[in-house]
């Protein structure tokens, strides 16, 4: 299937890490013009030498994702030398976890609201006017499998995901007709080198690849989804 985002413009949210990474270079495969959002420069560097001859299609901006203003900022330079925006992927979050709730700090609770809700909101309140505007557009949330399966010692982060989930529900709902498109998509542990780290002991070879699930992505970004609005895919396998 060729997916041709030749011409698009997709911000990728944490395009640097380790699923962000994959759906950059992904996008990057497909010749779209990738704009990815970074916290740490050596991954923006790295994630320049891993395009190879696509680097030209790559620009990368250090933005606090969080930031009502500096997003505002971000897309209004993005708009300035483009025109246009294809699509947004928000790989943005974090994970805390082994907690229960009577002993979690509040200010746990407050960074995954932060990283995992308010990052979903700021960039989907900045994007949604302008891919109004242009009558087209598709927006990919990365929530998880905890938004709907929730576990144990997992309250901060599971609350946080519900929530951006049931955001991009309600955000589908919004712009029904308008020829924006709006999913999530429900991760479970991915293979990645931090959760590799995190789990010494576990078995790798059970977690979803990122780029599996980049693949995933992109398709929902492509016309070939311009049917799927408003769902909550799952991308965990059977792990």
């Not at 990057?28 to 991954?43: I, N, P, Y």
């Not at 700090?105 to 979903?120: D, G, P």
């Not at 780290?197 to 929902?220: C, H, Q, S, T, Y």
Request: net charge negative.
């Amino acid at each position: 299937m060729n997916l041709d985002f030749a011409g698009t413009v997709a911000i990728v949210a944490g395009g640097t890490g380790g699923l962000g990474r994959a759906i950059s270079l992904a996008f990057l495969e497909e010749d779209a013009k990738v704009v990815v959002t970074f916290r740490h420069q050596e991954e923006y560097a790295a994630l320049e030498k891993a395009a190879g001859t696509k680097r030209e299609l790559l620009e990368g901006y250090l933005v606090d994702v969080t930031d009502e203003v500096a997003i505002g900022q971000f897309i209004d330079q993005v708009l300035a030398k483009h025109g246009k925006l294809g699509a947004m992927v928000n790989t943005v979050g974090g994970y805390v976890g082994g907690v229960k709730l009577w002993e979690l700090e509040t200010k746990v609770l407050e960074q995954m609201l932060a990283l995992n809700l308010h990052s979903t909101y700021e960039l989907s309140r900045a994007v949604i006017p302008v891919m109004l505007k242009q009558g087209r557009g598709a927006i990919v949330n990365v929530a998880a499998k905890s938004a709907v399966d929730h576990g144990a010692g997992a309250s901060a982060y599971a609350a946080s995901k519900a929530a951006a989930l049931a955001m991009m529900d309600c955000l589908a709902a919004d712009v029904k007709g308008s020829g924006v498109r709006v999913n999530s998509i429900l991760p479970s542990i991915i293979d990645t080198e931090i959760n590799r780290k995190a789990m010494p002991g576990a078995d790798f070879a059970a977690w979803p690849k990122p780029e599996d699930i980049a693949r995933v992505i992109l398709f929902l970004c492509s016309d070939y989804a311009r049917v799927i609005h408003g769902a909550a895919i799952p991308v965990y396998g059977d792990s």
